[in-house]
C-alpha cells in the first residue's frame, strides 16, 4: 500500500480513539507512501496529520501540538528506533500499524487471529471490516479467536445486507435482486472482489466464481438484478 486513501485513514483514526480514547498524540508506522493530508475533522474532533520521516521530525510535531486538537504522527520508523522519551508519549500500546488486522481482534474481543488473516493477501477484508466497524465493536467472537469464516459472515452482513448467512449460491441470487444498491460495494476494491471469488469458490463451488463475473459485467452494463436473474428475482 503506497498511499492511503482518506477513508482508510479515518477507519484507522477512530479505531485508535477507541482503543485508546485517553490519548491526544497517536503514531502510525508506515514503511513506505504517504498520506497527502495535513489536517482532517472526524466525528467532532480536530486532527493534525504530520509526515514525520525521522525522530527529529516526530519531536518538532510534539512540541508544535495544541492542546485543541489530536495529533496523528505518520512514520516509516518502527518503536525498536524511537528513543525512550519519545516512545513514551505515545499511547500505552504504542505504534499503531496500518495493517487491519492489527487492530481489528480488538474490535472482536479476540485475543488471536487465525493464519488465513495473518496473511498479507487477507488485509482487502480487513480493510473492509474496518470501514464497516466505524470505529465501533463487532459482536465477540467464541474462544478469542479471528477466523476467516466469522470475517467474512461479518462482511456479509454489515457491508452487503445480507440476514442470514449464505451457505447457497441461490442465496446471492435472491440478495442480488432485493439489494441492488449494495451490489457495487462487491465490485469497489478487486483485490477484495479476487478475495471474495476465491473464498466462494472454496465454500460454495467454482461456479461461485462464474456468478460473480457474470454480475459484475451485467452490472457495469446497467442491467437491473432483476434481469441478471429473472427466474430467482421474480
Known sequence: MNELTQRDLEQHLRT??????DAAIYGFNLPTGRVDLVSLTLDNERWR?????????????????????????????????????????????????????????????????????????????????????????????????????TAWNTYFHRAL??????TRLADWFVW????????????????????LARYLAQTLGSAARTVLQALRIKTQAGAHPHHIFPLVAG
Open 16 to 21: 485508535a480513539r477507541k482503543l485508546e480514547p
Open 49 to 149: 496529520i504530520v509526515q514525520a520521516p525521522s525522530e527529529l521530525a516526530i519531536r518538532q510535531a510534539m512540541v508544535e501540538q495544541k492542546g485543541d486538537e489530536l495529533l496523528a504522527i505518520i512514520t516509516p520508523l518502527n518503536e525498536r528506533q524511537l528513543a525512550i522519551d519519545v516512545r513514551v508519549r505515545f499511547p500505552a500500546r504504542g505504534l499503531f500499524d496500518f495493517n487491519p488486522w492489527g487492530a481489528l481482534p480488538t474490535l472482536f474481543g479476540a485475543t488471536t487471529l487465525s493464519w488465513e488473516l495473518a496473511r498479507r493477501d487477507a488485509r482487502p477484508l480487513g480493510r473492509a471490516l474496518l470501514r464497516c466497524a466505524n470505529g465501533r465493536s463487532f459482536p465477540a467472537v467464541t474462544a478469542g479467536i479471528l477466523g476467516l469464516d
Open 161 to 166: 445486507g445480507f440476514e442470514n448467512t449464505p
Open 176 to 195: 442480488a435482486a432485493v439489494n441492488p444498491g449494495s451490489i457495487h460495494r462487491v465490485f469497489e476494491d478487486p483485490e477484495l472482489l479476487e478475495l
